[in-house]
């Protein structure tokens, strides 16, 4: 597994942005995609915004679609999500991971350790 570097969480306001980066450190990622998922206290993760190393292509769930943007840099292995106009509920730990698509849905291969991302009203 290549070890994965979260950075970028924090307490924002509702209506603020923060950044997110997710650094692979060593060799390149075996998935296809890298992909960005949360978790809430008392919930379930889930998935937020995935892109694909060739192509740059990009999905989002629909929650976030319009107030997030995510991005990667293949030269440093680091992918980036921007989050915009904050809300409340987008408080959960924020995790990356190596993503690919099965079943219908984005599943990861395994974790990083997390950021927390909190948003007050």
């Known amino acids: 597994q290549v070890p994965l570097v979260e950075s970028g969480g924090g307490l924002v306001r509702a209506g603020g942005s923060l950044r997110l980066s997710c650094a692979a450190s060593?060799?390149?990622?075996?998935?296809?995609?890298v992909g960005w998922f949360r978790q809430a206290p008392g919930k379930e993760r889930e998935f937020v915004a995935a892109?694909?190393?060739?192509?740059?292509?990009?999905y989002f769930a629909d929650s976030v679609k319009g107030r997030f943007t995510i991005s990667r840099d293949n030269a440093k292995k680091t992918v980036y999500l921007q989050m915009n106009s904050l809300k409340p509920e987008d408080t959960a730990v924020y995790y990356c991971?190596?993503?690919?698509?099965?079943?219908?849905?984005?599943?990861?291969?395994?974790w990083g350790q997390g950021t927390q991302v909190t948003v007050s009203s």
């Open positions: 060593g060799r390149t990622f075996s998935t296809s995609a």
């Open positions: 991971a190596p993503t690919f698509p099965y079943g219908g849905r984005w599943n990861a291969e395994y």
């Open positions: 892109v694909t190393w060739s192509g740059g292509l990009t």
